[in-house]
């Protein structure tokens, strides 16, 4: 398992839902990754078990889950979501702005910029008209509006620790979609996110649940 160049990410790293969804994938689905430190880039990582190895050293983890437990939010338009990506914070100051998923800075990368919907607390979305469709990709596109619900302007600089996603159907190339993300608790440095990819018809395609970290 290689991961590419294109899906660097803070820290400097691979695009960490990206690599969950790697691993979850490679073992069958239906499992929560932990990240125990960056992913390699150009690096050839090995699954042994449940665990993804840069040679001895442990990158991630993987445990068998059941479906995210989570109370998803009604989702909002395409419309809604155009709106509420103008208001992207990441425009103004982003700790990665290369990142594949969110960062405004490459031309390559998924686009997904997730600002704050009108008359919804919490909530963040944005629109999405996916290029290329593989599990992981959806995973990737569920990872980085989780971390703006819960650190919308980057203050506290969270990384994301673990995430679990489930996948009832994929989405369709050049097909408008909406994601959103929203805050689902805290404890200590931990702040736990949720996550949704909806059609255009908002019709629930899939389901994230992370735990990111500030640190300390």
Not at 40 to 48: H, I, S, T
């Amino acid at each position: 398992m290689i991961i590419p160049p294109r899906f660097n990410g803070p820290p400097n790293s691979a695009n960490g839902g990206y690599v969950c969804g790697l691993v979850s994938e490679a073992l069958g689905g239906g499992f929560e990754v932990m990240l125990r430190r960056p992913p390699p880039l150009g690096v050839d990582l090995e699954l042994v078990g449940h665990e993804l190895k840069d040679g001895d050293v442990v990158i991630a983890e993987a445990r068998r889950v059941p479906h995210p437990d989570l109370d998803t939010p009604e989702p909002v338009s395409v419309a809604e979501a155009e709106e509420a990506s103008k208001r992207f914070p990441g425009f103004e100051h982003h700790a990665c702005p290369t990142c594949f998923v969110c960062g405004p800075a490459r031309d390559d990368g998924l686009g997904i910029f997730p600002g704050p919907v009108k008359g919804r607390n919490g909530l963040v979305a944005a629109p999405w008209t996916p290029k290329e469709v593989r599990p992981e990709i959806v995973w990737a596109a569920l990872d980085c509006p989780g971390g703006w619900a819960v650190d919308n302007f980057q203050r506290e600089g969270v990384l994301l620790g673990r995430m679990a996603t489930a996948i009832a159907a994929m989405p369709e190339l050049g097909r408008a979609h909406v994601v959103i993300g929203w805050p689902a608790g805290e404890d200590g440095r931990k702040r736990q996110a949720g996550s949704a990819l909806f059609t255009d018809a908002g019709e629930l395609l899939a389901v994230a649940h992370a735990i990111w970290i500030v640190p300390g």
